[in-house]
């Protein structure tokens, strides 16, 4: 009897010792996976939005960015009148708020004109791009006082960045 208890428990012990060796591979199977999903979303993240939220992020600045110029244009025509004024503060802090995020993207397209940064240091002591010196004055007044007369330049560059910018999106969109 002693040796039927001994076998049953050397069979049971090596039956628990196999499930825990077989077990070992499933286990590290899924924290492999676990780690390698890990990895995927860190990088994901890192990497910026997809092109389809750029895209979308693109097309809102875009509307935005039409209701500027359109102010400003009116501006030069008809002068900083309290509609106009109100709607230009309105724009450039939504500019202000928003051209960061996409500037790192759009400024790829954008030709540079040093008249630009003058602006920039003119109006407020720092240089600035295209887009920055269409909302860096801080008033629509202060804005057509200091027009040094690239303002149609500065939008025909910035609306080609912009353009550009968006293809290259929507080549990006078609490969996903």
């Known amino acids: 009897m002693t040796g039927g208890r001994g076998a049953e428990w050397v069979a049971r012990s090596a039956g628990a010792a196999v499930e ?23 990088a994901a993240r890192q990497e910026g939005p997809s092109a389809a939220e750029r895209l979308a992020d693109l097309v809102s600045f875009y509307g935005e960015y039409e209701r500027m ?5 009116d501006g030069a025509q008809y002068g900083p009148e309290p509609k106009l004024q109100a709607a230009y503060a309105e724009l450039r802090d939504w500019m202000q708020a928003h051209y960061p995020a996409l500037r790192r993207y759009v400024t790829a397209y954008l030709h540079y004109d040093v008249e630009d940064a003058r602006q920039g240091f003119n109006l407020h002591g720092a240089p600035c791009d295209a887009f920055q010196a269409l909302f860096a004055a801080p008033t629509l007044g202060e804005f057509l006082r200091s027009d040094d007369g690239m303002m149609i330049s500065r939008i025909m ?4 960045a912009l353009n550009l910018y968006g293809e290259h999106l929507r080549q990006l969109k078609a490969r996903e």
Do not use: H, N
């Open 20 to 42: 825990r060796v077989s077990g070992v591979p499933v286990r590290v199977r899924r924290a492999l996976r676990d780690l390698r999903q890990a990895r995927e979303e860190r």
């Open 69 to 73: 110029v359109e102010v400003l244009c």
């Open 157 to 160: 560059r910035t609306r080609e």
